[in-house]
């Protein structure tokens, strides 16, 4: 039993550290604040991936056939707490690398991870994910899009909606219909954004004006090449790779730096004197901390070659809770902070932690998925 | 990192749930359970004392993560049995193995109401900033019957202390570490049990034609349930293997947070047979009705976490 890192995982760390000093000077006032998706931080992400790039910091745990560096798995969550924590400045490259990449990896052709996964590897490609549709949201099996073969390509008609990133990503991970109804029907796709036949709608969204867009394919012709896997195992893909998404983001981190901000602040404005105000920040830290541990349980796990279980479920759901909590305290005792340009840091946490039951899962399935795999209880009607 | 015990810590905790096992059965009349507020784990007790597991903080390369692993196992039990104080605390502290069953409280507790104090042989006493260690086989107490799934003890009158012996100057804030180390392990270990029992009582309860388990108003509440119940149980764990008092407090403030919600969902889902005696759910939720007021309830754990995470206070000018 060891909790403490390693050497080699702290130097990795001070080194994500050195190229995080590099953001620019108004980080927490013009980026941070507006959500990765921000047009100005999806610009700014494509020099500071090249930075990470250069130095090799990507994805140094993945096999160095594919652009990593053999080390293991908690060099996955470390660079996702630094960057998650301060405004995730990779923007959606975090896609690629957190779990379209390993989806490729596992389900894809050697041309498929030449392609794809050296590129994610050399910070290239901002993802996209084309999953929810207007009628499908947590319920993804009911989704309608349709990838038709006709004998030279895959013809994409239909629509997906809440999409994150999509307005500037340069590749999304769709999922589409190509055979029947329900989960058996789906395959996913790997599709250049500027293919012809793919159209984008902004949709402003409370947490950010720039997050969400609207996405119509009118016959979109994909190459048999975009498909990952066989047709109709789509639905196991993303059953293979949901336990990387719900924990890929350190949103642990990102409420425990959050949550230090929000102490210094009370402090300064003398209201950390207040007992009920301290009890409150003493809380939520204890849920940050039970989140941070539950995380790295699934990540020892990873790390061992283990088979992911119940575990990551538990892990997000307290994720999601902890989350709250450090933006509840904002809005309860620093509720004038959160408006344009009072404090960039804490409007990243709470825009960031508002979302945090919704995407990547919504939270009632997590509450299923443990209801099921952990406690065994029976399905309902 | 590495959450996974040792081989030797996997050896331990696999032979204490063997005893816990073999001595869980509660006594009965007939088909009957003998209607108590709590049932004494004698038998398992012997058992654990025959195999030296008492002692274990005091084995070599053994510490605080061993003596972590048989709280939390036997706390598990419908059977109550004192280890926090006796096999965690009492050694880490003085770095012997004192008199058992160990009582520990605060000053202020001894008149009011000490936990296992009806049976102790020693008690530990936070003073504040020095501890007393007390012989209690010249005192007299007063057992409290109640609703408590635990022996609950009490002074007649405000105990002569001046002939204690005294660890030192400083050794409460030692105390209180390994309190909360403890208190957070009986809290994990009484919810994840009540929560075990729960679960098992859902799935073959039928209610309009269904278990009751399939309901998904209980299904998310008891899966809420289970993530408090692993969540304290790490943060118990880690800090016991860090000695931290910061990680020490915040696993007794996740786990007394936790208590109000888990024990409310528990007795719900069990409906009026949770309210019998006969039903062995009492045996963790009204050990933890207790649990969840110790040490001066979860402010107290509170209050020190944010004074050990945020010391440093730059209060407002003027």
Known sequence: ?381 | MDFDFSADQRALAEAIQRIVADHRDLPRTGNVVEPRAFHPATEMEAALAGGGFFDIALEDECGAVEAAILVYEAGLSPLVLETGASVLIAPLLTGEALSRPVAVARLSDLTRGVRFLSEARTLIVDLGDDVAVVDMGAHEVVPLDGVYAYPIGKFAAEPDLSAARRLGAGKAGELRRLWRLALALDIAAAMQAATDFTTDYVKQRQVFGRPVGSFQAVQHRLAADAEKCRGTYWLAIKAAWSGSPLDAALAALQAQRAVTQVNYDMHQFNGALGMTLEHALHLWTFRLRWLVGEMGGYRTQAADVAALAWPDAPRKAG
């Not at chain 1, 759901?317 to 989350?323: E, G, K, N, P, T």
């Open chain 1, 1 to 381: 039993m060891e909790f403490a890192w390693t050497e080699s995982e702290e130097a990795y760390r001070a080194e994500l550290r050195a190229v995080l000093a590099t953001l620019p000077d108004d980080w927490w006032d013009e980026y941070a604040p507006h959500g990765p998706s921000s047009p100005r931080l999806m610009e700014y992400a494509r020099i500071f991936n090249a930075r990470l790039a250069e130095r090799d910091l990507i994805v140094r745990h993945w096999p160095a056939e594919y652009g990593g560096c053999d080390a293991s798995a908690w060099q996955q969550i470390i660079i996702s707490e630094e960057m998650w924590s301060i405004g995730e400045p990779r923007s959606s490259l975090y896609l690629g690398t957190n779990w379209a990449g390993p989806a490729i990896m596992k389900f894809g052709t050697e041309a498929q991870k030449q392609r794809w996964l050296r590129a994610i590897a050399a910070g290239e490609l901002l993802w996209c994910q084309g999953f929810s549709e207007p009628e499908a949201g947590t319920d993804l099996g009911n989704m309608k899009t349709r990838a038709e073969p006709d004998g030279i390509d895959y013809v994409v008609n239909g629509t997906k909606i809440w999409t994150s990133y999509a307005a500037r990503a340069d590749v999304m991970f769709l999922l589409a219909r190509v055979g029947g109804k329900g989960k058996g029907g789906v395959s996913c796709f790997i599709v250049p954004m500027d293919t012809p036949g793919i159209e984008i709608r902004p949709i402003p969204g409370v947490h950010s004006r720039h997050d969400f867009h609207e996405i119509f394919f009118t016959d979109a012709r994909l190459p048999v090449d975009a498909l990952l896997g066989e047709e109709g195992n789509g639905w196991q893909i993303v059953q293979a790779i949901i336990h990387y998404e719900r924990i890929g983001a350190g949103r642990y981190e990102k409420a425990a730096r959050g949550l230090a901000h929000v102490v210094d602040v009370l402090k300064a404005r003398g209201l950390f004197d207040d007992a009920v105000v301290r009890a409150d920040c003493a809380a939520a830290l204890a849920m940050v901390e039970a989140a941070r541990l539950q995380t790295y349980l699934v990540i020892d796990g990873r790390a061992k070659d283990s088979e992911p279980g119940a575990e990551t479920y538990l892990a997000r759901w307290a994720m999601i809770q902890a989350d709250h909590a450090v933006a509840n305290l904002t809005s309860t005792y620093l509720p004038d902070l959160l408006v344009d340009g009072a404090d960039g840091h804490l409007r990243a946490q709470f825009n960031s932690a508002i979302t945090a039951g919704i995407a990547a899962g919504a939270a009632e399935v997590q509450l299923n998925m443990i209801s099921g795999r952990h406690l065994g209880l029976p399905r309902g009607n």
